[in-house]
C-alpha cells in the first residue's frame, strides 16, 4: 500500500513564526501536492511538483514556499505565518506514469496560527 | 466559475434508502474523474473512478456524461457507514486535480 505521512497531525503556531510541514511518501511517486481545506471552500491547491527541485505553482502559492530536495519529500514553508493560514493542510502524490490517476493522501496537518 | 461544483448537502437519509449525488465540472477537456470520500477529520480516500461507459462497485455506481459535464455517484441500500463527505474530483491532462466542496451524507438508523 501507498504511503504517505506528514510529520504532524495538529500544530499551533504564532503570527509571524516560520512554520515547516513535511510530508513523506514511500513508493516512489513523481509527482507531490499541497493542498489545504477549508469549510466551504474545498480543496485547495497550492504547489505541486512532477520532480525533484522543480516545483510549479498552484492556485493559491501567495504566503507559501515549497522545497523538494528528495524524491521522496516535500516541504510545504509559511515564511512568515498569518492568521488567516489556520487550516487543514493536505499533502498528496500520484505516480505520474499516467496523466490525472489516482492519488493518495496524508493523514494531514490541522495549523492553527494565533 | 468553479472548475467543479457539487450540492452540499446535507443529505440525511434513512438505512436502505438509495441517495444520488451529482457534480458538474466547467473544462471540457477534463480526462479523468473520480468519487473520494472523507470521513470527518480524516483525509480523502478514491471511492471509485468514473468512466464515460459508467462503472459500479457493490452497492456504488458511478456514471459520466460528458456533453453536459456532469458526474453522479449513486448509493443503493445505504448503511451507516456511508456517512462521510464524498468529494467529486477532476483532472486535466496537467495532472492538475479540482475538488468539489464535498456532498455531506448522513444515514440514520
Known amino acids: 500500500d501507498v504511503k504517505v505521512t506528514q510529520s504532524s497531525r495538529y500544530l499551533v503556531k504564532r503570527t509571524g513564526e516560520k512554520v515547516f510541514l513535511e510530508c513523506v511518501q514511500d513508493m516512489d511517486h513523481e509527482n507531490m501536492f499541497w493542498y489545504r481545506q477549508d469549510p466551504g471552500l474545498g480543496l485547495r491547491l497550492i504547489y505541486f511538483s512532477y520532480d525533484v527541485k522543480m516545483k510549479e505553482k498552484g492556485d493559491i502559492p501567495e504566503g507559501y514556499s515549497v522545497s523538494r530536495e528528495k524524491k521522496e519529500r516535500f516541504s510545504l514553508i509559511l515564511e512568515s505565518a498569518s492568521t488567516n493560514q489556520t487550516s487543514m493542510y493536505l499533502c498528496?502524490?500520484?505516480?505520474?506514469?499516467?496523466?490525472?490517476?489516482?492519488?493518495?493522501f496524508g493523514p494531514g496537518t490541522r495549523l492553527l496560527v494565533l | 466559475r468553479k472548475e467543479v461544483e457539487q450540492d452540499p448537502g446535507p443529505f440525511n437519509v434513512p438505512e436502505g434508502a438509495t441517495v444520488a449525488f451529482n457534480c458538474t465540472y466547467s473544462?471540457?477537456?477534463?480526462?479523468?474523474f473520480f468519487w473520494y470520500r472523507q470521513d470527518c477529520r480524516k483525509e480523502p480516500k478514491l471511492l471509485m473512478s468514473v468512466y464515460s461507459s459508467g462503472n459500479e462497485d457493490g452497492r456504488f455506481t458511478a456514471q459520466l456524461n460528458r456533453a453536459s459535464q456532469y458526474i453522479s455517484l449513486l448509493i443503493r441500500d445505504s448503511k451507516l457507514s456511508d456517512s462521510a463527505t464524498y468529494l467529486c474530483?477532476?483532472?486535466?491532462?496537467?495532472?492538475?486535480?479540482?475538488f468539489g466542496t464535498g456532498t455531506s451524507l448522513t444515514v440514520i438508523p
Open positions: 498528496a502524490s500520484t505516480t505520474g506514469v499516467v496523466p490525472g490517476e489516482t492519488q493518495y
Open positions: 474530483v477532476v483532472a486535466n491532462t496537467g495532472n492538475q486535480f479540482y
Open positions: 473544462n471540457s477537456a477534463s480526462q479523468s
